[in-house]
T-cell receptor, first 114, second 111 residues
């Protein structure tokens, strides 16, 4: 049963704490992505990775960090430096190549920081 | 760095009617993709149209692409209540580039 999983579905944290969101895929995709979505808005790219041990900043990387130690996994850490971390976080994966390919999305993690 | 822009922002129709959403973009693309998102869920890929294609069909979906006008449209025919969702266009760059999503159109299909 191939796909992309995110955990947990809901996450609550106190302000000032770092929190790590999990993303795993078994689609054998090279590329993985993290997006942030705020209510009624589109997706904003936080970080993406084209290959293991390499990743690139997206449009809103400040206050976030990632790692890509395994092809299957791309965890996102929301640090205390992120000013407004409450949002819906989506992870995706795709083939990476000269042409853009369709992205497969996980179910998302809704993070609430109080 | 937003590329695609959907229009309208919100659309409400009766079940059985057709729904048309438009997407405009600014720079050259390799392909354009449409995605659907049900409330509180991840996005689901619907269809990809390449820059050398003008029209593509998938079930009740019809996508057109006009590269001269830098625009695309998504038509959903004979809409159903289950089509209620947000629809996003995403533009793919010309070389090893990431996909950029627009802000989306919220579609409500009233039974």
């Amino acid at each position: 049963d191939g796909g992309i999983t995110q955990s947990p579905k809901y996450l609550f944290r106190k302000e000032g704490q770092n929190v790590t969101l999990s993303c795993e895929q078994n689609l054998n995709h090279d590329a993985m992505y993290w997006y942030r979505q705020d209510p009624g808005q589109g997706l904003r790219l936080i970080y993406y990775s084209q290959i293991v041990n390499d990743f690139q900043k997206g449009d809103i990387a400040e206050g976030y960090s990632v790692s890509r130690e395994k092809k299957e996994s791309f965890p996102l850490t929301v640090t205390s430096a992120q000013k407004n971390p409450t949002a819906f976080y989506l992870c995706a994966s795709s083939i990476w190549g000269q042409n853009s390919y369709e992205q497969y999305f996980g179910p998302g993690t809704r993070l609430t920081v109080t | 760095s937003q590329q695609g822009e959907e229009d309208p922002q919100a659309l409400s129709i009766q079940e059985g009617e057709n729904a048309t959403m438009n997407c405009s973009y600014k720079t050259s693309i390799n392909n354009l993709q449409w995605y659907r998102q049900n409330s509180g869920r991840g996005l689901v890929h619907l269809i990809l149209i390449r820059s050398n294609e003008r029209e593509k069909h998938s079930g009740r979906l019809r996508v057109t692409l006009d590269t001269s006008k830098k625009s695309s449209s998504l038509l959903i025919t004979a809409s159903r209540a289950a089509d209620t969702a947000s629809y996003f266009c995403a533009t793919g760059g010309t070389s090893y580039d990431k996909v950029i999503f627009g802000p989306g159109t919220s579609l409500s299909v009233i039974p």
